[in-house]
């Protein structure tokens, strides 16, 4: 099973709202990613986490809050977001063994914020 | 920030013909690296991976990589319309058990029938 999961597809929300997106896999990875795509660019890393610790935070704004509750699961916690926050949010996940590697993206969530 | 630099496209090759896209980078140091594909409003798939310089072929794809100039590219042979996607370069910037994968724009390939 290569599958990585996401949920939920797409999300409509306001400026105020909180909502997280959630990411799961079960294929015994240790490496866990968020990106953010927005039309027509390619994915910018977010976060990564390796063994349930944050490794890489890429200066992303406090609105966005991720958290690793366990090696399985990966959620990215949404509050105050801005309308340029709209962008196809894609979680990755690797074995955390070394640099070759395969990176396997979930199909992503859409968000669009109001 | 290192970069990846592709030629955005779109390139349009018929069926059946040959597609070239190409992928260069400036860190020196990297060590892997990916070819992805994007169909539109789907999530990136990955195609080919390579390490070595030379040449990998699996099926229809072949990677090359040149890591003197910094050079990698991926060749589809008889290309078919449903190859017709974003196909984006990576490469891993990362040197610890995770990777830190950094894209280029893409390419977007056109096949015709």
């Known amino acids: 099973d290569t599958e990585v999961t996401q949920t939920p597809k797409h999300l409509v929300m306001g400026m105020t709202n909180k909502k997280s997106l959630k990411c799961e896999q079960h294929?015994?990875?240790?490496?866990m990613y968020w990106y953010k795509q927005k039309a027509k660019k390619p994915p910018e890393l977010m976060f990564v986490?390796?063994?349930?610790?944050?490794?890489i935070n890429e200066s992303v704004p406090s609105r966005f809050s991720p958290e690793c509750p366990n090696s399985s699961l990966l959620n990215l916690h949404l509050h105050a977001l801005q309308p340029e926050d709209s962008a196809l949010y894609l979680c990755?996940?690797?074995?955390?063994?070394?640099?070759?590697?395969?990176?396997?993206f979930g199909p992503g969530t859409r968000l669009l914020v109001l | 920030q290192k970069e990846v630099e592709q030629n955005s496209g779109p390139l349009s090759v018929p069926e059946g013909a040959i597609a070239s896209l190409n992928c260069t980078y400036s860190?020196?140091?990297?060590?892997?690296f990916f070819w992805y594909r994007q169909y539109s409003g789907k999530s990136p798939e990955l195609i080919m991976s390579?390490?070595?310089?030379g040449d990998k072929e699996d099926g229809r794809f072949t990677a090359q990589l040149n890591k003197a100039s910094q050079y990698v590219s991926l060749l589809i042979r008889d290309s078919q319309p449903s190859d017709s996607a974003t196909y984006l370069c990576?490469?891993?910037?990362?040197?610890?058990?995770?990777?830190?994968?950094?894209f280029g724009t893409g390419t977007r390939l056109l096949v015709s029938p």
């Open positions: 990755a996940s690797s074995l955390a063994g070394g640099i070759q590697e395969t990176q396997y």
């Open positions: 294929m015994g990875h240790r490496a």
């Open positions: 986490y390796s063994y349930e610790k944050l490794s």
């Open positions: 860190d020196r140091g990297s060590q892997s």
């Open positions: 390579i390490y070595s310089n």
């Open positions: 990576a490469v891993n910037e990362g040197n610890t058990g995770f990777q830190k994968l950094v």
